[in-house]
């Protein structure tokens, strides 16, 4: 297929998979935490200086660079703040990750080969699952792989300008989600050490390579050091040496069942074609970048215990593409009627689903918003929860769907004193209506799973 047939039909799969419904209203997990952060740099113009609009991260969110809060900030800049435009990030990489993925499948394998490995990656739910909701993972692959092909292209194929940009992708895959670029590094090594080339020639794409990756990078720490945020990248890596480097690591994740277990599940039990990938890898050259993939990022999330959801980005492409040259490519059907039929299979599904009573996208927006919209003219409100540890995620929902900013997460048995000429709210996870009764506090609303409690002297709802 030609690269703009092959843009085209991935488009339309795209539809289905991460565009479905996509003005219903919904953000799973941490999107809302994410989106919050991107609308506080729209509204602040400080595009340096990251808020959360809830407790825990001060004095500035430091938990990732900043390219991925930018780029999403830029999409609200242009278009209203909401679910729908926040999702709009992560279609773009959707799009453009199966475009290059098939085509470089295209080249090293075949066209047949191509085709399934899309399909059936397209197929796996918890894949484009978290292209369709808000994350910085779409954009590290994205990124991240285009590095691993521009310079095997740059050494194939003696063209070093695509060993620059190589090297510039992987320094914006590093802005978007910091230390998971580790996980790529030892993909390299796969062209260099494979690939037919002078010694010589294969030393100067890596240090145009190299040059690629730092440039960036220096000119992106230079404009942190001169901004209302010097400090940044202090605060940014004892955060990294505290919450990920001093926690429990043991190879014996690589043995942990429940990993398997959900690996398996999700990959619709196509991982178990990867022995078989392994033993064929020393005549079938062109699995070895894959392979190397997986197992690098495989080794690494296992050995921190980290398996499921967003981690999975990572894996499943390559499980696709070895289910795909190993069994669905013996399939006797033509790719040019095969995509016909894919294509109007996803124009069928989009039709009927604007007719079908089903949700697509994550979690409704909190039951109390309207309520709480409706009882505050102050930006700020108090969140009373009596679990042990903050619910930050719960918390973001709130901030992102009120446009509120959190004040205080305290136990309800702590009393807070309300401020002068503020009006303060009493959200409340789990009930504890006799100490707030006691502070003298006056119950507004109950809801299914929280309460909302305020200044006694304050409206009812």
Known sequence: MRKRDVLLWVTILSFVAVGLRNFEEGLSSDAPFYSTVARNIVKSGDWLRMSTSVPGFEPYYVEHPHLGYWVLAAVFKVLP????????????????FLWIYFLWIQKKFSEKTAFWSVILLWSFYRFSNFFSNVYLDPGCLFLGFSSILLFEISIEEAKRSFAFLGGMALALSAMYKGLTVVGFLPVFLVPLVFIRRSAIEKLSC?????????????????????????????????HQMTNRFAKAWS??????????????????????ILPAAFGLAIRKKQYLIPLAFFT??????????????????????????????????KIPWAVSSAKKAS????????FVAQWLPVRVHGLKAP???????KYSDSPVMVLITDQYEMNFLGAS???????????????????????????????????????????????????SKSELWGDCGSPKL
């Open 81 to 96: 703040i909401a679910d729908w435009s926040a999702r709009i990030p992560g279609h773009l990489f959707y799009i453009l």
């Open 206 to 238: 890596s240090l145009i390579f190299v040059v690629g990756f730092i440039l960036p990078l220096l000119a992106y720490l230079g404009i942190v050091l001169n901004s209302s945020v010097p400090d940044f990248f202090d605060i940014y890596w004892e």
């Open 251 to 272: 190879f014996l994740g690589l043995l942990d069942p429940p990993f398997w277990k959900e690996l398996l599940f999700d990959s619709y039990g196509f991982l178990l």
């Open 296 to 329: 690098s990022f495989l080794v690494m999330y296992a050995v921190t215990y980290r398996k499921g959801t967003q981690y999975w980005l990572m894996l499943l492409p390559w499980i696709a593409l070895f289910g795909a040259d190993l069994i669905l490519s």
């Open 343 to 350: 294509v109007t299979l996803a124009i069928a599904i989009v």
């Open 367 to 373: 039951e109390e918003r309207d309520a709480l919209q």
């Open 397 to 447: 929902r709130i901030a992102w769907y009120t446009e509120r900013e959190i004040e205080y997460i305290k136990s309800p048995r702590t009393f807070i004193p309300t401020k002068t000429g503020r009006r303060l709210f009493y959200y409340l996870d789990t009930l504890g209506t006799e100490e707030l009764s006691v502070q003298g506090f006056c119950f507004k609303k109950k809801f």
